[in-house]
């Protein structure tokens, strides 16, 4: 268990020791902060045949059957490919299985990763299923854009949300880890928005390197000296996600710097660069097929022009 989930851990523990363990958990944070590996570990303490443990104990034969991935009493559903979409057929499968009785342990569990992504058909079958909960039944769904999920499921399901450490704590755990200087991690833990498994796969691809482009590229967009076309085919090799997480962190601190200097003109310029990029952000992140190569054009096109303006504004 990762340090920063203890306060969920301990708090799920104590529903289970007190049986009072809900039918449902969207289990939320940020990319980064090991969500996944929870769920896991909360699936392995329910299926234990241990009932008063407060950890799988790892050697009964449910624990054996569970950390060989063929547990018949637990189900996973994922996207069948990288990046789809999590489809009605696989939550049809489900709700057919959990109508069966358990076979191993007294519980039977499921979770669903990335929960954000089934699609509407999908969020539909599952409803239903939230709406008549099984005894002795747990459904864990996991997402990091909860927003993305529909109230009606988000109703009927207990929220658990990790967040990110203090940065001394990331850090510190990211030294332990080892490879990386504290001066390289705490420059790249802002991007990461501090979580530590974020930091670590950032560091792994050279992030910093990408940032330091990323940041002589912005700033020719704003000077107009850019070719969007050309930059965008750029910028579509990295991380879109990281991209604008970094190019929101640049304007926080250019409106920042600006309404301590009692700038209104320049605040106003960077809040309407601000809402293009978390509009942008939002279209990224979103479960639409988009053109991102088109969307990073608008996007530098949008940014540009919105310089111009505030130009020719300081010209009059």
């Not at 268990?1 to 289970?16: A, D, G, I, L, R």
């Not at 950390?67 to 996207?79: F, K, M, R, S, V």
Request: hydrophobic content about 40%; overall charge positive.
């Amino acid at each position: 268990m990762y340090p920063w989930q203890t306060t969920q851990w301990h708090y799920f523990c104590q529903q289970k020791t007190q049986q009072r363990l809900p039918h449902a958990i969207v289990l939320t944070g940020v990319d980064g902060l090991g969500k996944r590996a929870l769920a896991d570990q909360m699936v392995a303490l329910v299926l234990c045949e241990q009932i008063d443990a407060t950890e799988a104990c790892g050697q009964c034969h449910s624990c054996q059957l569970f950390t060989a991935g063929n547990h018949p009493d637990h189900i996973l559903i994922e996207p069948e490919e990288t990046g789809k979409q999590i489809k009605i057929e696989q939550i049809r499968r489900l709700k057919d299985k959990q109508a069966l009785t358990s076979t191993v342990s007294k519980w039977k569990t499921v979770i669903i990763s990335p929960a954000d992504n089934m699609n509407i058909n999908a969020n539909n079958s599952l409803l239903k299923l939230l709406e008549e909960p099984q005894k002795n039944t747990l459904l864990i769904l996991v997402s990091s854009k909860p927003y993305r999920l529909p109230i009606t499921i988000l109703s009927r399901c207990q929220k658990l949300s990790l967040t990110s450490p203090e940065a001394t704590v990331c850090v510190e755990w990211c030294l332990q880890q080892g490879g990386f200087d504290k001066a390289t991690i705490e420059q790249i833990l802002p991007t990461a928005k501090g979580a530590p498994l974020k930091v670590l796969e950032l560091l792994e691809i050279d992030t910093l390197a990408i940032i330091q482009q990323l940041d002589i590229d912005f700033k020719t967009l704003l000077q107009g000296r850019a070719n969007p076309v050309s930059l965008a085919k750029e910028w579509q090799k990295y991380d879109l996600i990281m991209v604008f997480n970094h190019l929101q962190l640049l304007i926080k601190k250019q409106i920042m710097l600006s309404e301590n200097r009692s700038n209104a003109t320049g605040s106003k310029r960077y809040w309407t660069l601000y809402d293009c990029i978390i509009a942008t952000i939002k279209l990224i992140s979103s479960s639409n097929n988009i053109n991102k190569i088109l969307l990073i054009e608008q996007f530098m096109v949008s940014a540009m022009k919105q310089d111009a303006n505030f130009n020719t504004a300081l010209n009059r």
